[in-house]
């Protein structure tokens, strides 16, 4: 695991558990080897830290939008800590879902933001066909995992985060290539499958802390 990238978990673990009192439900569901995709909801810029930290015994490299890594700080920082840039605007950018099928390949687990945007009140967007594509060409399982809470500790415009929020992440059971790549004869395969996966997202309720494992 490289120094910038275990630095980046280690402070997202911190503000997740301390900060904002951050529980993370279902860790028995990660992998223990081999590859893997995870396919969550975005509600904030403090998904990616979240999500790293909460899967912390695995390392996972990160799909994200080309337009972030504009500016040398961040194209320095980003390359630097598991993220490929990805032409949103090319829905076949060939050179990135190279590299992710080349790292799935080699046992690593991919996180993708499957709607493809930030949402702006905690509600889900539609999901963007990429993660239907990368799942069926790699065969791999996929984890859907549902964040909630936060959209309220850094909102989309905002600077400052808001201490008094809490957030939850749960991960869900993981889906076999069985499960969800149903649509092959379909002329829309990979947007089908996509939104099947993204339905599976949506079926995680909050959890009720009294019943659910603690992080």
Not at 62 to 80: G, V, Y
Not at 117 to 132: C, E, K, N, Y
Not at 134 to 144: G, N, R, Y
């Amino acid at each position: 695991m490289n120094p910038y990238y275990l630095t980046t978990i280690l402070f997202g673990d911190l503000c997740f558990r301390e900060l904002f009192g951050g529980r993370v439900y279902g860790q028995e569901n990660i992998p223990i080897s081999g590859p893997f995709i995870v396919a969550s909801n975005h509600l904030s810029h403090l998904d990616p830290p979240f999500i790293g930290a909460v899967f912390r015994r695995r390392e996972l490299m990160f799909l994200a939008r080309k337009t972030l890594f504009k500016s040398r700080f961040w194209n320095f920082l980003l390359s630097r800590i598991n993220v490929i840039p990805v032409n949103k605007e090319n829905s076949a950018d060939i050179s990135a879902v190279r590299i992710a099928l080349s790292l799935l390949k080699s046992g690593f687990g991919i996180a993708i933001f499957l709607e493809g945007t930030r949402s702006l009140d905690g509600h889900f967007g539609m999901a963007q066909p990429g993660i239907g594509f990368l799942a069926c060409k790699s065969q791999v399982p996929v984890l859907p995992v549902r964040i909630f809470g936060t959209y309220k500790i850094l909102k989309k415009y905002s600077t400052l985060p808001d201490i008094r929020q809490r957030s939850e992440i749960v991960i869900g059971r993981p889906l076999f290539p069985g499960q969800y790549d149903l649509f092959q004869s379909e002329k829309e395969r990979y947007l089908l499958t996509a939104n099947y996966i993204l339905d599976r997202i949506k079926q995680i309720q909050e959890p009720h802390r009294r019943l659910c494992s603690i992080y």
